[in-house]
């Protein structure tokens, strides 16, 4: 089955599938930014494992292990953010997908596309969130070190 093309409807599509791609830039920074960060936690915890493989100060481990406890959940959180954006992503690549389509083709799919927009909107939210509990999580953990 052939389809017609008409080459105004084309150009149209694609810059209607453009607009979300600036959501796609923000998310790559974002994902890089998370992996920069889940890179110092597990850099952290591999240090604080092994310190505490070498004490026996029984203080020393209790604190060795508070501070990977944290860690761990930095990384959780971390992780999670990273599969909210990648999500995010998928979601607006199938927006783009799916705006170019409706716009090139006779099928009406564009409730399929405001779907798609809006969860990956949700989903680089909630990841936001992620961001955010993690950075705080990182600042209570440098005001307890400075306790001590």
Do not use: K, W, Y
């Not at 974002?30 to 070498?54: N, P, T």
């Not at 959940?73 to 389509?101: E, K, P, S």
């Not at 405001?114 to 955010?132: I, K, Q, S, T, W």
């Amino acid at each position: 089955m052939a389809l017609p093309l008409d080459s105004s409807a084309i150009t149209h599509g694609i810059q209607l599938a453009v607009a979300p791609v600036f959501l796609l830039t923000a998310v790559s920074g974002m994902i890089g930014a998370v992996a920069g960060r889940l890179a110092r936690i597990i850099d952290r915890a591999r240090v604080v494992e092994d310190r505490a493989r070498e004490s026996s100060d029984p203080a020393f481990l209790a604190r060795a292990t508070g501070e990977l406890a944290e860690l761990r959940q930095r990384g959780r959180l971390a992780n999670g953010c990273i599969a909210l954006l990648t999500t995010c992503a998928f979601l607006i690549g199938l927006t783009i997908i799916v705006l170019f389509l409706g716009q090139t083709t006779a099928v009406r799919i564009n409730v399929v596309a405001v779907g798609c927009f809006l969860l990956g909107v949700l989903c680089f939210l909630l990841a936001l969130l992620c961001f955010l509990m993690e950075t705080v999580m990182a600042t209570r953990l440098l005001d307890f070190h400075l306790l001590r």
